[in-house]
Structures are given as C-alpha cells and as structure tokens.
C-alpha cells in the first residue's frame, strides 16, 4: 500500500529504524545508528586547523566558542580558504574577540566583501568569559584558536587555554612522536 505511512516508535541504540521520504522508491528509507552518527561527524567537518597551537603551546583546557561572521566569511571557510597560524584571542571590556584570523575574501562577493585579518567577535556566557578573564591574567597563559568548524550550520571556534613551550620541551615532544613512529613500525614490520 503506497501512501501509507505507519508511525515508528523511538529507536534503541544499534537498532535500525525507518525514515520517511519522499525520495525513495516507495517513499521508505533505513538508516542504521552508526549510518546516522557518521552523517554526523561529516557535517562538523574542520573548515580550518591550526596545527602549530599543539607545537607551541602545552593546552591545558579547551572550549568552544561560537563565531561572528559575515556571510562572504562563512562562504570562503566552508571552500577552506582560512589560516588561524598567528591568530590568538583576547578579553576586552567583558568580550572575547578573535584576532590575526585569516579569512581569504571569497571571489564571487569581492565587491562586498571582508577585511581578511579583521578582528571577529566570540560569542561565550558571561561566565565563561569571566572564568576565562582570571585565568588569562596567570602568566604564561594565552587563549589560542585551535580550529574553526561548522556545527549544525553554525561557525565554532576551538579555543585552547594554552602555556607556551620552550625550546627543550619541543626538542622532547619531537623525541617522543618520533619514538611512537619507531615503535609502530616495528610492531607493522612483525604482523
């Protein structure tokens, strides 16, 4: 019987249940938890990653924070044309601005378009800010952006509380990923 449609009960996890739609044959579509959940990860995909935070900086605690951005803005980060390589946040006066982000113009709106290294405003609760305010007045401490994704149609920015490393402790981290690869490869080499 096309046209009928039977109402579905909520799902447990791991079972499968039916969707409606009009774009399959007969208008019925399954769909697993894992299907669903991986469709999931897909759609907060990384616009743009800033690789060097990890190398710079050990990051004690992260948060995330939404992003206002204009629409030329969000146009260039979903074709991934952004940089975060000497960006950093800062509080003033009770906000949390994002600075030195690069956000490449995007062609088509070139006429109206953005300021690529303008300063973009973050978007946390008040308590958040105020929390992240007494911490930032530590020393050593810095807020560094450690990607810009998209969530649910909406720009995040990963924020990282990070102290900056010297010189030995790099020297001591490239050691140890180094050792990991050895050790890797060895046990690849015996299977």
Same mark, same amino acid.
């Given at each position: 019987m096309l046209g009928v449609r039977k109402k579905v009960g +909520?799902? @447990?996890?791991g079972t499968r249940h039916l969707l409606f739609g009009p774009w399959q044959p007969g208008g019925l579509c399954c769909y697993s938890r894992e299907a669903m959940d991986k469709e999931r990860q897909a759609a907060q995909r990384d616009a743009v990653v800033n690789r060097r935070a990890r190398h710079e900086y050990f990051i004690e /605690?992260? +948060?995330e924070a939404g992003l206002v951005l204009t629409g030329s803005e969000v146009k260039s980060l979903r074709a =991934? &044309? =952004?940089q975060l390589k000497d960006s950093y946040a800062r509080v003033e006066r009770? /906000?949390?601005w994002l600075m030195n982000a690069h956000i490449s113009e995007y062609g088509p709106a070139a006429q109206f378009g953005h300021e690529p290294t303008q300063r973009r405003k973050l978007l946390l609760h008040r308590r958040e800010i105020d929390r992240l305010g007494g911490k930032l007045r530590e020393k050593g401490l @810095?807020?560094?952006p450690l990607r810009i994704?998209? &969530?649910g149609g909406r720009a995040k920015v990963e924020l990282g509380l990070g102290r900056g490393k010297k010189l030995y402790d790099k020297r001591e981290s490239i050691k140890e990923r180094e050792m990991r690869r050895d050790v890797d490869r060895a046990l690849r080499a015996r299977s």
């Open positions: +909520i799902p @447990t996890p /605690e992260s +948060i =991934g &044309k =952004g009770g /906000e949390v @810095t807020l560094v994704y998209f &969530k």
